[in-house]
């Protein structure tokens, strides 16, 4: 990647509830991206807290833009056929997770 992101780490991304590999902060910008995505979920009070005792008012605003586009993207471009290319390496077994919404 040309972030310079760990691609182990990447790969990780699916299961990052289980991994010992994220901090605080990327386990609280992962729970908020699920909720933006998730049909049925929501942004609980008590995450928004969590984000606004980690992140200052600009990251959530950015991140929060983030996660939008993406979610964006991928409704724009089903109907239109655009293909996937490549990016997205869900599971099987992670992507059931990621479709079941949580308590």
Known sequence: MQTGA?????????????????????????????AMTITGQRVS???FARL????????IV???AAVALENFRSKFNVPLGVEAQ????????????????RP
């Open 6 to 34: 760990d691609e182990d780490k990447i790969q990780e991304v699916p299961g990052w509830r289980e991994s010992r590999r994220f901090s605080e902060m990327e386990r609280a910008a992962l729970e908020y991206a699920e």
């Open 45 to 47: 009070d008590d995450l």
């Open 52 to 59: 606004r005792s980690l992140f200052d008012e600009a990251q």
């Open 62 to 64: 950015e991140l929060t």
């Open 86 to 101: 490549g990016f997205c390496l869900l599971t099987p077994l992670a992507r059931s997770e990621v479709e079941r919404p």
